[in-house]
């Protein structure tokens, strides 16, 4: 069974930098697509950054710039550092993993993390 797990978040002052790290772990299986996505409370849950399998990244545009995705394949681990942080930037982030077994794909959430940035 395929366990998603984030930590990093917690509080910090606007301007200021965190960084998330979500591992998978659980019995063999190919990664295709890892992910951070938010949700602000009273919000929609909305896809902040993603890295493909081969190391190819997006981000939404009001990350740009500020935030940086990268993935340990060895490690069945995606990060995301978080600089010049803002307070619209609060919010629960969560970690999903798009897994391919064989020509099937199944995507798997962690429980999510919480982000705050206030002064």
């Known amino acids: 069974q395929v366990q998603v797990v984030e930590s990093g978040g917690g509080s910090v002052q606007p301007g200021g930098s965190l960084r998330l790290s979500c591992a998978a772990s659980g019995s063999i299986f190919n990664i295709n697509v890892m992910g951070w996505y938010r949700q602000a409370p009273g919000k929609q849950r909305e896809l902040v950054a993603a890295?493909?399998?081969?190391?190819?990244?997006n981000y939404t545009d009001s990350v740009k710039g500020r935030f940086t995705i990268s993935r340990d394949n060895a490690k069945n681990t995606v990060y995301l550092q978080m600089n010049s942080l803002k307070p619209e930037d609060t919010a629960v982030y969560y970690c999903?993993?798009?897994?391919?077994?064989?020509?099937?794909?199944?995507?798997?959430w962690g429980q999510g993390t919480q982000v705050t940035v206030s002064s």
């Open positions: 999903n993993v798009k897994i391919y077994h064989g020509r099937v794909y199944e995507y798997y």
């Open positions: 890295i493909i399998s081969g190391a190819s990244t």
